[in-house]
Nanobody
Framework: QVQLVESGGGLVQAGGSLRLSCAAS????????MGWFRQAPGKEREFVSRITWRWTPGIGYYQGYADSVKDRFTISRDNAKNTVYLQMNSLKPEDTAVYYC?????????????????WGQGTQVTVSS
């Protein structure tokens, strides 16, 4: 069983930055692909970003982003710390949501929440205008 604990959420003004962290335990972190999703009030949970566990020479870890966050958000992982990060820059009010960390053992996870077996409790991000 994998346990995921998110942190780093909070209140920030539009244009500001936050860095979310997700600490994993219960399984070798280097064998987990990780994802970030978010859910705004009254809306369905949506994909934000993902990073696979497989490292490819010359490419690194494959990363994916939703179009709405591309060029503003950056996902990264630190296998030594069993942690995945989401650096969020140029935040907008529409980024306001509860952000969830997710994990799966597959190297080919995509942007469908059903592909992920493990979930954290979420951390609130609020961007004021």
């Amino acid at each position: 069983q994998v346990q995921l604990v998110e942190s780093g959420g909070g209140l920030v003004q539009a244009g500001g930055s936050l860095r979310l962290s997700c600490a994993a335990s219960g399984r070798t972190f280097s064998s987990l692909s990780m994802g970030w999703f978010r859910q705004a009030p009254g809306k369905e949970r949506e994909f934000v970003s993902r990073i696979t566990w497989r490292w490819t020479p010359g490419i690194g870890y494959y990363q994916g982003y939703a179009d709405s966050v591309k060029d503003r958000f950056t996902i990264s992982r630190d296998n030594a710390k069993n942690t995945v990060y989401l650096q969020m820059n140029s935040l907008k009010p529409e980024d306001t949501a509860v952000y969830y960390c997710a994990a799966d053992g597959s190297a080919k996870v995509g942007d469908d929440s059903a592909e992920y077996d493990y979930w954290g409790q979420g951390t609130q991000v609020t961007v004021s205008s």
